[in-house]
């Protein structure tokens, strides 16, 4: 069984260029999965990656961002 990478809505705020506001109110439309672990909310890996593939051209996701 694989794991998949979950972020918390800081990290997918910054991947995503979304603001957590609207990732709150696109789990809240259910246009975004989710997994809430006590007061925690985290974002699967793929969830983010379909939510780019939609509303966005594909952009892949780089867990090691260089310095620029």
Same mark, same amino acid.
């Given at each position: 069984? =694989? ?12 991947? =995503? ?15 975004? @999965?989710?997994?809430? $672990?006590?007061?925690?909310? $985290?974002? @699967?890996?793929? /969830?983010?990656?379909?939510?780019? @593939? ?7 996701? /780089? ?6």
């Amino acid at each position: 069984m =694989s794991l998949e990478r979950q972020y918390r809505l800081a990290e997918a705020e910054k991947l =995503s260029g979304y603001s957590v506001a609207a990732l709150r109110k696109k789990i809240a439309r259910r246009e975004l @999965g989710y997994r809430k $672990t006590g007061r925690i909310i $985290t974002v @699967g890996e793929s /969830d983010l990656a379909r939510l780019l @593939g939609e509303h966005r051209p594909p952009v892949s996701i /780089d867990r090691n961002p260089s310095a620029a």
